[in-house]
């Protein structure tokens, strides 16, 4: 069992940044992939990024490419979404979530490959 926390979620103006974090319980956490998600109103939850267990390969959404970074920590069992240039339609609700997988170098992206979902928070851009 796995619980996620996220936080950094607020209102930013346009160009702006914010680096959201996502603290996981347990013990093997570097056991899982980890991933982040965006859900704004009325649309379905769609992938944002993606890393390896090891943090070694990462994986974006063509949206956010070379505007946002995931990494991670797992001495701290912890990972991070750096958003840059932030535009309004960045407007969402940021899930992280984990995939237990034994394969340390799979990049995972569909929401029903994910185990375990954070709560969400809130990112608000205005223009």
């Known amino acids: 069992q796995v619980q996620l926390v996220e936080s950094g979620g607020g209102l930013v103006q346009a160009g702006g940044s914010l680096r959201l974090s996502c603290a996981a319980s347990g013990r093997t956490f570097s056991s899982y992939a980890m991933g982040w998600f965006r859900q704004a109103p009325g649309k379905e939850r769609e992938f944002v990024a993606t890393?390896?267990?090891?943090?070694?390969?990462?994986y974006y959404a063509d949206f956010v490419k070379g505007r946002f970074t995931i990494s991670r920590d797992n001495a701290n069992n912890t990972v991070y979404l750096q958003m840059n240039s932030l535009k309004p339609e960045d407007t969402a609700v940021y899930y992280c979530a984990a995939a237990h997988t034994s394969n340390w170098y799979v990049l995972i992206w569909r929401v029903a490959e994910y185990d375990y979902w954070g709560q969400g928070t809130q990112v608000t851009v205005s223009s």
């Open positions: 890393g390896t267990r090891s943090g070694g390969s990462t």
